[in-house]
C-alpha cells in the first residue's frame, strides 16, 4: 500500500533541543502533509509539501522533502513540552483525494 | 465555525448490537473522510466522499459496516451487527475541496468499545 512510514518511532528529548522525525513512502505524490495528535484527540494539520517544494516552514516548524528519494523529514526547534505528542505524515497518489497516514512518531519532550 | 463535530464522544455496546457513529462536517468544505484508529494497525481510511457521493468504500473492512451522507451537513457510519474488534477511536475529517489532496479537518473521534 500506499501508507508511509516514519522514524523513529519514538523519541525522547529534553525541552530546547531539535526534533527530527522523518517519513518514507512508497509510490509518486502530488503532495505530503504533516499532522500532529495529542493524547485522546483527532488529528491536527502542522504543514503541506508539494511535490515540486523542496522545503516548507512554518514557526519552528520545517519540512523537507526528497522525492527522489521518497522521503520527507519534520524538524521541530527548540522543542516545548506542549510539543508532546504523535506525529504523522501523510501522503496521496497521483490520482483521487484520498491520504494515507503513517504509522506514526511519539515525541516526549521532557521538561 | 465549530470544527467538524462528532457524536458520541464515546460510546460502549455488547457484541452483535448495532452502532451508529454520526458526523457534521465543516460548512462549506465538500469531502468527508472516516477513518478507524487502533494500536495494531495505526489509522486506517474507510471510506471517503466528495460532494455526498461515495468515491472509494474500499477501506471498509467488511459488510457490516455502512457509510451514508444524505446531505452536505451530516454523515453516518454505522456497524450492524458489532463485534469486539470493531473496538477503536472512529475519526471523522473533511477538506474543503473535493477531488484533490488538501488539508484535512479532523472532528475529535468518537472512541467505541464493544464488549
Known amino acids: 500500500s500506499q501508507q508511509g512510514e516514519e522514524d523513529p518511532q519514538a523519541l525522547s528529548i529534553q525541552e530546547g533541543e531539535n526534533a527530527t522525525m522523518n517519513c518514507s513512502y512508497k509510490?509518486?505524490?502530488?503532495?505530503l502533509q504533516w499532522y500532529r495528535q495529542n493524547s485522546g484527540r483527532g488529528l491536527v494539520h502542522l504543514i503541506l509539501?508539494?511535490?515540486?517544494?523542496r522545503e516548507k516552514h512554518s514557526g519552528r516548524l520545517r519540512v523537507t522533502l526528497d522525492t527522489s528519494k521518497k522521503s520527507s523529514s519534520l524538524l521541530i526547534t527548540a522543542s516545548r513540552a506542549a510539543d508532546t505528542a504523535s506525529y504523522f505524515c501523510?501522503?496521496?497518489?497521483?490520482?483521487?483525494?484520498?491520504?494515507?497516514f503513517g504509522t506514526g512518531t511519539s515525541l516526549t519532550v521532557i521538561p | 465555525d465549530a470544527g467538524v463535530i462528532q457524536s458520541p464522544r464515546h460510546e460502549v455496546t455488547e457484541m452483535g448490537q448495532e452502532v451508529t457513529l454520526r458526523c457534521k462536517p465543516i460548512?462549506?468544505?465538500?469531502?468527508l473522510f472516516w477513518y478507524r484508529q487502533t494500536m495494531m494497525r495505526g489509522l486506517e481510511l474507510l471510506i471517503y466522499?466528495?460532494?455526498?457521493?461515495?468515491?472509494?468504500d474500499s477501506g471498509m473492512p467488511e459488510d457490516r459496516f455502512s457509510a451514508k451522507m444524505p446531505n452536505a451537513s451530516f454523515s453516518t457510519l454505522k456497524i450492524q451487527p458489532s463485534e469486539p474488534r470493531d473496538s477503536a477511536v472512529y475519526f471523522c475529517?473533511?477538506?474543503?475541496?473535493?477531488?484533490?489532496?488538501?488539508?484535512?479537518?479532523f472532528g475529535p473521534g468518537t472512541r467505541l468499545t464493544v464488549l
Open positions: 475529517a473533511s477538506s474543503p475541496l473535493a477531488g484533490v489532496t488538501d488539508t484535512q479537518y
Open positions: 509539501i508539494r511535490s515540486n517544494e
Open positions: 460548512s462549506g468544505h465538500n469531502s
Open positions: 501523510a501522503t496521496d497518489e497521483n490520482t483521487g483525494n484520498q491520504f494515507y
Open positions: 466522499f466528495n460532494n455526498n457521493v461515495p468515491i472509494d
Open positions: 509510490t509518486s505524490i502530488n503532495n
